[in-house]
């Protein structure tokens, strides 16, 4: 019995150090930590009305960035400078995913006048 | 005498009350188009743009070129595509009317001008008349064929189309740059 009563309290103690915990990291504090975790790991960009949406996406390298193609005819991503890296041509609601390994300017090549931009954060 | 020119009087006063509340009924009709006719106007206007590509494919050798040859043809085809689906789903007929037949008839002298160029000007004239045509269907689906059209879908093709048209007569003066340059 006596026992018993001495766990219980060390089990109190415990449960006190739990709640401490938890509550000394702020509410804001979380959040943000939980933003960040969510944001740099997977960004989609939208092709919508002839553009890219954002046409500029700030990501961490090893970042994967989705392009969903939401428009009524066919596009594609493909690098700018020397054609490093393209998605085939994307119908209608079809996605292409990359991990970014470095920043980059892209273009459509069925459309040259779609352009967009991955910056890699420093 | 007086009977005559009375009589006169009349003819004239009746003719003048008649025009004046005909024609704006004559007008209503003829500006405004129906939902078929909107969609064969549409049909048409993506498919002469097809064939001035069919024939820039036949003439051209200018890498440049075809290759927007190439975007033209397969982007008009998937407009072509959605407006006959939409219209399949609305259980609506194109229906030809003055609109269309004009596309038709100016699409025609476009191609014969098109066919006699010789291979050194083909390139320019068939840029040059891409940029143009683009121009004249873009204004023509954003004063008339949006205006017009009653059904929403149909409206929200068309609004949808608007930015391909001017993407391609981006491309189109992007393409007629390099040509200026030379
Ligand atoms: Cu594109």
Same mark, same amino acid.
């Given at each position: 019995?006596?026992?018993?009563?001495?766990i219980?309290?060390?089990?109190?103690?415990?449960?006190?150090?739990?709640?401490?915990?938890?509550?000394?990291?702020s509410?804001?504090?979380?959040?943000?930590k939980?933003e960040v975790?969510?944001s740099?790991?997977?960004?989609?960009?939208?092709?919508?009305?002839?553009?890219?949406a954002?046409?500029e996406?700030?990501v961490?390298?090893?970042?994967t960035?989705?392009w969903?193609n939401r428009?009524i005819?066919?596009h594609?991503?493909?690098?700018e400078?020397?054609?490093?890296?393209?998605?085939?041509?994307?119908?209608?609601?079809?996605?292409?995913?990359?991990?970014?390994?470095?920043a980059?300017?892209?273009?459509?090549?069925i459309?040259p006048v779609?352009?967009?931009?991955?910056?890699?954060?420093? | 005498?007086k009977?005559?020119?009375d009589f006169?009087?009349?003819?004239v006063a009746f003719?003048?009350?008649t025009i004046v509340?005909?024609t704006?009924?004559y007008?209503?009709q003829k500006?405004?188009?129906t939902?078929?006719?909107?969609?064969?106007?549409?049909?048409?206007a993506?498919?002469?743009d097809?064939?001035?590509?069919?024939?820039?494919?036949?003439? &051209?050798k200018?890498?440049e070129?075809?290759k927007?040859?190439e975007?033209?043809?397969k982007? +008009? $085809? @998937? *407009? #072509?595509?959605q407006?006959?689906?939409?219209?399949t789903?609305l259980k609506?007929?194109?229906k030809d009317?003055t609109?269309?037949?004009?596309?038709t008839?100016d699409?025609?002298?476009t191609?014969?001008?098109l066919?006699s160029k &010789?291979?050194k000007?083909f390139?320019k004239?068939?840029?040059?008349?891409?940029?143009?045509? +683009? $121009? @004249? *269907? #873009?204004?023509?689906v954003?004063?008339?064929?949006?205006p017009?059209s009653?059904?929403e879908?149909?409206?929200?093709l068309?609004q949808?189309v608007?930015?391909?048209?001017?993407?391609?007569?981006?491309?189109?003066e992007?393409?007629q740059?390099?040509f200026?340059?030379?």
């Open positions: 019995m006596r026992r018993l009563l001495k219980s309290k060390k089990g109190v103690a415990v449960l006190f150090a739990i709640t401490c915990l938890y509550s000394c990291t509410p804001e504090e979380r959040i943000k939980n975790a969510v740099t790991k997977a960004h989609t960009v939208v092709i919508q009305q002839m553009k890219f954002p046409a996406l700030i961490n390298e090893g970042d960035v989705t969903i428009d005819v066919d594609n991503v493909t690098e400078a020397n054609k490093e890296w393209s998605s085939s041509n994307l119908r209608q609601g079809k996605t292409w995913s990359m991990v970014v390994k470095k980059a300017t892209y273009f459509c090549t459309h779609m352009k967009g931009k991955l910056i890699v954060k420093q | 005498m009977k005559i020119k006169m009087g009349i003819v003719s003048i009350i509340t005909i704006p009924v007008a209503q500006s405004k188009l939902d078929p006719e909107i969609a064969s106007a549409a049909v048409v993506n498919q002469n097809i064939d001035f590509a069919k024939i820039a494919r036949q003439k &051209s200018n890498e070129v075809l927007f040859a975007t033209m043809a982007d +008009h $085809k @998937a *407009v #072509i595509d407006a006959v689906a939409l219209v789903k609506v007929t194109p009317n609109l269309s037949r004009k596309l008839a699409a025609a002298n191609k014969k001008m066919l &010789s291979a000007s390139d004239a068939y840029i040059d008349n891409e940029v143009g045509y +683009h $121009k @004249a *269907v #873009i204004a023509t954003e004063t008339v064929l949006i017009q009653t059904n879908e149909l409206k929200g068309l949808n608007v930015p391909a048209l001017k993407a391609h007569l981006e491309h189109a992007m393409v740059k390099m200026a340059s030379k």
